[in-house]
């Protein structure tokens, strides 16, 4: 498999950073936890349980992207998590379609109550489990044009790797 970056997108609580690891373990790519770069307002509006707007989610995108061109840049793999909820993110973080040669859309797909049942059960996220009805109303399901590689979240984690990384491997970067 050449090198490729993998975007691993999908609400609050699917299993961005559950997957994004695995792959990272399985393939040897580097990691990016794409929390780990909002701002720390953001993540102070989250703890108190106010969804980000649009402008918030700017300086955050912007990261995430630059983690991207610069995997890009160097010709070297990744694999970085991001909600990436609309297609107006996505476009941010990606560019047009014809930019986006080398990024892989790993869309993590599950229904709102699977998601709920599992972050009634995590503990130690700021992001409340209060928010996950704001994450679903704001999703915008990457369409056909967006090229995403789905994965039924609904499995077992190790099941869920596997679909992913048979996904991956039919990339033709």
């Known amino acids: 498999m050449r090198p490729l970056v993998a975007l691993v997108m999908g609400v609050s609580g699917v299993g961005k950073t559950t997957l994004a690891q695995a792959l990272s373990a399985a393939l040897g790519w ?15 509006k989250m703890a108190a349980g106010v969804a980000l707007s649009d402008d918030d ?25 991001c909600s990436a909820l609309k297609r107006a993110y996505r476009d941010r973080i990606l560019g047009p379609a014809a930019e986006r040669l ?26 409340p489990p209060a928010l996950l009805a ?16 789905v994965v039924d979240a609904t499995q077992p984690p190790a099941a869920m790797e596997a679909e992913a990384l048979a996904l991956l491997a039919a990339v033709d970067g």
Request: no cysteine.
């Open 134 to 149: 704001s994450q679903f109303a704001t999703l915008e399901a990457p369409g056909p044009a967006e090229h995403p590689l």
């Open 102 to 127: 080398g990024v892989a859309l790993v869309f993590l797909a599950a229904p709102e109550a699977v998601i709920a049942a599992r972050l009634a059960r995590r503990r130690g996220h700021f992001m």
């Open 30 to 44: 580097p990691f990016q936890e794409g929390d780990a770069l909002h701002p720390p307002e953001n993540v102070a």
């Open 57 to 81: 989610r700017g300086p955050w995108l912007d990261r995430i992207k630059a983690w991207i061109a610069a995997r890009r840049e160097a010709g070297e793999p990744g694999i970085i998590t």
